[in-house]
């Protein structure tokens, strides 16, 4: 038997090249050689699919390895093991590890670790806009883009220096990467911790406007516009937020943004409670702000779903709400979730949520993978998208157990993933 696998009878659903019927996937030598009815081929692996959804695999344009520096709540191994449990063979880590991925050696340390102890995953390096996140001095760009970077982002931390910002905008440019935006206005947030409303004044917490998180998305918007440069808007969770975004799209701007699986699929009223787990930046906010999000996904104005997967030590999340941790490990979530709260709520079809979590995200990063064309590399995933799933943190792949989706049921499980031919995660 060769490295062939050959899986048999599923729905494949390629949404970049209009497909959507039970046909048979062959792959060889790491590429997807045919598509098509009745396959047949000697010697090979057979993965039956029937019942069963074929798909390009995920690619996550947004997430937290921790790795260097915070190995203690994930390290490249766990993390590309969490995301091939989830069904990505992509994924996009953010720089704000320690040390800040700020130069090419902290680059090239990402990628020679994921090549060599990595579950398989691509894993795609995200590199600072600015030296150590501190927004003064812009990070060796064009030195990074050669070790491997796809993007830059301060994230964790807003770019709040408009001219760096601009510069960086231009800089990204000439070197072919651009910039992924963390728009938030620390002095607007202050000292909330969670959104601002009701909610929050019900628990006697400090909340946070929803401006703090749209002034910022306004001033990305207008320096893009001003340069006529390119930006990525990430975790957008607001109304107002993705009406801004609809609008700059709309006279031209060239701006591309992504929401969360918990911005679609948790309010803030999860917080009652004071579960910690809840906390995440920027916060949960209100049921209009969720529709908004998903009304922003149906009609285009969003581009992508990304986990913004960012796992902590149960020790940063068991304490008081006030004071703990921001943030939610999403890789073995995000499809339950999505699926849930999007397709089975009928708000789009399975092939439009396929678009959002694998073609889009593949073809904004320039990346390979979003298809299942004759030649793409065999990244797939194999989904049961009618399975209950009973989310269960204590089984996570992820070091980071931290989740409010924890006991809460869903539809939708990944039942294989595939990255270059290889089959890395199958139940």
């Known amino acids: 038997m060769d490295n062939s696998i050959l899986i048999r009878g599923g729905r494949v659903i390629d949404p970049k090249n209009g497909v959507d019927a039970v046909l048979d996937v062959l792959v060889r030598d790491g590429k997807i050689a045919q598509v098509g009815e009745g396959l047949q081929a000697e010697g090979v692996q057979v993965l039956d699919a029937a019942g069963r959804v074929v798909a390009p695999g995920f690619i996550d344009m ?49 990628l020679e670790k994921a090549q060599t102890q990595g579950s398989g995953v691509h894993v795609y390096p995200v590199g600072a806009v600015s030296k150590g996140l501190e927004g003064k001095e812009m990070a060796e760009i064009g030195r990074m883009k050669q070790a491997g970077i796809i993007a830059i982002s301060d ?43 009701f909610i929050s ?39 107002g937020g993705v009406q801004l975004v609809r609008e700059a799209k709309a006279r031209g701007v060239r701006v591309t943004a ?24 920027p916060p949960l906010r209100e049921e209009e702000d969720r529709l908004a999000c998903i009304q922003g996904l ?19 999340k068991r304490v008081e709400f006030h004071i703990a941790a921001s943030g939610i490990s999403g890789f073995e ?34 990346v390979p993978g979003g298809e299942l064309s004759v030649g793409a ?14 989310v ?6 992820s070091r980071g157990h931290n989740t409010p989706f924890d006991g809460r049921t869903y539809y939708g499980a990944v039942c294989a993933t595939i990255v270059g031919g290889r089959v890395i995660d199958r139940e």
């Open 62 to 110: 947004h997430c937290h390895l921790r790795d260097p520096g915070q190995e203690y709540k994930e390290d490249i191994v766990s993390g590309t093991r969490a995301a091939a449990r989830g069904g990505f063979t992509g994924v996009c880590c953010m720089p704000n590890t320690h040390p800040v991925n700020d130069c090419a050696a902290v680059t090239r340390y990402i």
């Open 155 to 197: 994230d964790g931390r807003p770019v709040t220096n408009s001219n760096l910002l601009r510069l960086a905008m231009q800089y990204a440019d000439h070197f072919g990467v651009f910039i992924m935006s963390h728009s938030e206005d620390k002095s607007l947030v202050g000292d909330g911790v969670m959104n601002e409303g």
């Open 201 to 239: 004044t019900k628990l006697g917490l400090p909340g946070i406007t929803r401006a703090a998180e749209e002034v910022m998305i306004a001033r990305d918007i207008l320096v893009a516009e001003a340069e006529g440069k390119r930006i990525h808007l990430c975790h957008l969770s607001t109304k």
């Open 258 to 281: 992504e929401t969360t699986p918990h911005y679609i699929g948790a309010t803030d009223d999860w917080v009652i409670g004071y579960d910690s787990n809840c906390r995440v930046n």
């Open 298 to 316: 149906v009609d285009g104005t969003l581009d992508a779903i990304a986990t913004d997967h960012a796992p902590h030590h149960m020790d940063e």
């Open 333 to 366: 979530t995000a499809f339950c979730v999505s699926h849930t709260k999007l397709v089975r709520d009928g708000y789009m079809t399975l092939s439009q949520l396929i678009e959002k979590m694998s073609t889009n995200p593949a073809r904004l990063l320039g």
């Open 377 to 390: 590399p065999a990244d797939i995933v194999v989904l049961d998208p009618d399975r209950e799933v009973t």
């Open 392 to 397: 269960d943190a204590s089984q996570f792949v």
